[in-house]
């Protein structure tokens, strides 16, 4: 490599480490988190277990979408972000990436979204692509939440919940029945718990800048409110997994209720920690990773009955 290469090389790096934090790629947790109440959906709904194609497509269209999402809120955060000690490194909030640069990536990852969808099963083609277009504004709004409501994780939530939606309706092209109704809000109720523990690490910042959060809404109730939505999670999914006959029986029984009751009393551990006066801002951090292999947990026991 002559020295001139070298530089060149050198200068792209930066570059792309940039671009992989806008879309949040370095931290795989993100992404995870979305793609798991995806999965609830695909083992749930009534022609489980989804054929492995469809799960190829719905990986790929939650990267999408969840890449668009990040740069959405960086792009309305861009002012903000400087000022909350978590945030103050993103590539927008330090100059490292321009406007431009980060609306021709979302518009990139919207279109990839787009594409995703069209190649889902055709029978149910028209439905996917209307939930898909109905995703999309609360998906681009819901950074701006934060200026106007009190409880934003709660539009996070709502969007959230698509990824319940678009992947119950590929799999089998319609939105019926109690056990989308609770997986649906088993996703809603675990978002809305997870997101709110991660902007209790942004308290003191939100307070000074003036935005708004469910963690301080709630205040010192915070702790028993995410409590209470890891109980309707693990709630919700064990009674729409016993409508569709999983684990309700034989050796299946075990292997779903083992793991359901391992992630559930996990849950619970989880947040009743969130009630210790002394925990340092990385606790927050920790604690949404381990809501990651807790919610991976749950999927693991809707699969294993059915495998």
């Not at 269209?61 to 103050?88: F, H, K, M, Q, Y």
């Not at 692509?129 to 409501?149: H, I, N, T």
Request: proline letters at 7%; a positive charge.
């Amino acid at each position: 490599m002559t020295e001139a290469s070298a530089q060149t090389a050198g200068s792209l790096r930066p570059g792309l480490g940039a671009w992989l934090e806008l879309v949040r790629w370095h931290k795989p947790s993100g992404r995870l988190i979305l793609l798991i109440p995806a999965g609830w959906a695909l083992w749930l709904q009534p022609l489980a277990p989804p054929p492995p194609p469809l799960v190829g497509w719905i990986v790929l269209g939650g990267l999408a979408v969840s890449a668009a999402g990040c740069i959405a809120n960086d792009l309305w955060d861009r002012r903000i972000d400087p000022l909350v000690e978590r945030t103050r490194h993103r590539p927008l909030a330090d100059g490292r990436l321009g406007v431009a640069s980060a609306v021709i990536l979302l518009v990139l990852c919207l279109l990839a979204a787009l594409v995703v969808v069209l190649a889902l099963p055709a029978t149910s083609g028209k439905l996917t692509l209307l939930l898909a277009l109905a995703a999309l504004p609360p998906v681009l709004l819901y950074p701006s939440a934060k200026r106007w409501f009190g409880y934003p994780q709660l539009v996070l939530a709502l969007c959230w919940g698509f990824a319940v939606l678009i992947p119950w309706a590929a799999a089998s092209g319609s939105l019926q029945g109690w056990p989308l109704a609770l997986t649906w809000l088993a996703t809603l109720s675990w978002t809305f718990g997870f997101d709110t523990v991660y902007a209790m690490a942004d308290r003191n910042d939100d307070k000074v800048v003036g935005v708004r959060s469910s963690a301080l809404s709630l205040g010192a109730l915070a702790p028993q409110a995410v409590a209470l939505c890891y109980g309707i999670t693990a709630a919700a999914l064990a009674l729409a997994a016993s409508l569709q006959g999983i684990g309700v029986q034989g050796s299946g029984g075990a292997l779903f209720w083992l793991p359901w009751a391992l992630a559930s009393a996990g849950m619970q551990r989880e947040a009743h920690q969130l009630r210790r006066p002394d925990l340092p801002r990385s606790a927050y951090g920790r604690h949404f990773g381990n809501q990651v292999k807790l919610g991976g947990l749950l999927l693991l026991a809707l699969i294993l009955p059915q495998l």
